[in-house]
């Protein structure tokens, strides 16, 4: 056993750090001497000697604190990724300083953009995404479930060494997520789909897409005007296939309802996918059909009525 004085000498800390750590319950006290003097074993030299270290390399005592018993490694991992975390906010905070001294007039604008992204990063925008996903789905299983496919697409990682433009797609998506009206349209106009989605065979609806986009993309390489009569038996195979994967008939009502889905698109839905495209630094539009949770017919049709024709757009 040792004394704080003894495990002082031994470590080389200051007693009054030592005291300060057991005080603190960073290193808690096993036992006191009848005079009421701190005891302390071989075991918690080891865990100053630790502490020391993780002090040297940054790791706050609040951490150190929480970590309880977990070894070395687990704790060492932790403050890897705290590190990581913080490199890429230094690196995100540099980028816009150096845009903002390139003018000779830094705006306010600036001061924004760099105030926003110290409030954004990487987890706070998982987070939104979660709170997001859970909201536009409202309880919907089978939504909630679509949308956590989806979920790894939603959340991109900015580059090491982001542009402006980057930085600013990313805080454009952040507010994105955060509207309430766009969540509220997505929730609204995808309602009717899930409403039914216990209805359909997931098999089946999966098979049923990729022959929409099979059809939609072989237009798209024959080159095949969207608005020309060449496009209208597309538009005619498309239909076919989700009239029957809904069981329904291909009727005037049935050409209405998808219409309407596409009158009612929020063009929101995406701009989404095309900030991602930015901070991916992927090309846009993509070579095939990108779109958010919804139905099908969004995802590859875009339907319009001139008089008593009915015309198809392919996306």
């Known amino acids: 056993m040792y004394t704080i004085g003894r495990l002082s000498d031994l470590t080389g800390l200051p007693v009054k750090t030592i005291r300060f750590y057991s005080d603190t319950g960073v290193l808690p006290e096993r036992e006191r001497t009848a005079a009421g003097y701190r005891l302390y074993e071989d075991e918690d030299r080891v865990r ?4 020391r270290a993780l002090r040297e390399i ?3 005592l609040a951490t150190i604190k929480a970590l309880g018993d977990r070894n070395l490694r687990e704790v060492l991992a932790l403050h890897l990724r705290t590190v990581e975390t913080q490199i890429k906010s230094l690196q995100r905070t540099r980028t816009v300083l150096r845009a903002i001294l390139d003018h000779d007039d830094p705006t306010d604008e600036d001061l924004h953009r760099l105030n926003a992204l110290g409030r954004m990063g990487a987890a706070e925008v998982a987070a939104l995404v979660e709170d997001f996903v859970d909201d536009v789905t409202a309880g919907n299983q089978a939504a909630r479930e679509w949308m956590r496919c989806l979920r790894a697409a939603m959340v991109p990682d900015l580059p090491d060494e982001p542009t402006v433009a980057q930085l600013d797609a990313w805080l454009e998506l952040t507010a994105l997520l955060s509207d309430d009206d766009f969540r509220a349209r997505l929730r609204d106009q ?3 789909f899930w409403s039914q989605s216990d209805d359909l065979n997931p098999t089946t609806w999966q098979a049923a897409n990729a022959r ?3 059809y939609a993309l072989a237009a798209l390489d024959a080159g095949i005007p969207p608005d020309s009569p060449a496009a209208a038996p597309v538009l005619e195979q498309i239909l076919t296939t989700l009239a029957e994967t809904y069981h329904v008939p291909l009727d005037a009502a049935f050409r ?4 309407d889905n596409y009158d009612q698109h929020d063009q929101r839905a995406e701009r989404y996918w ?6 991916q630094d992927a090309p846009w539009p993509p070579r095939r ?3 958010t949770a919804g139905s099908a017919p969004r995802s590859a049709t875009t339907i319009t009525q001139r008089g008593d024709r009915l015309t198809g757009r392919i996306c």
């Open 58 to 60: 940054g790791v706050d």
């Open 256 to 259: 209405k309802g998808m219409r």
């Open 212 to 214: 929409i986009m099979e």
């Open 289 to 291: 059909p990108w779109r």
């Open 190 to 192: 995808s309602a009717a």
């Open 48 to 51: 100053l000697e630790a502490i």
């Open 274 to 279: 095309e900030l991602i495209a930015t901070i």
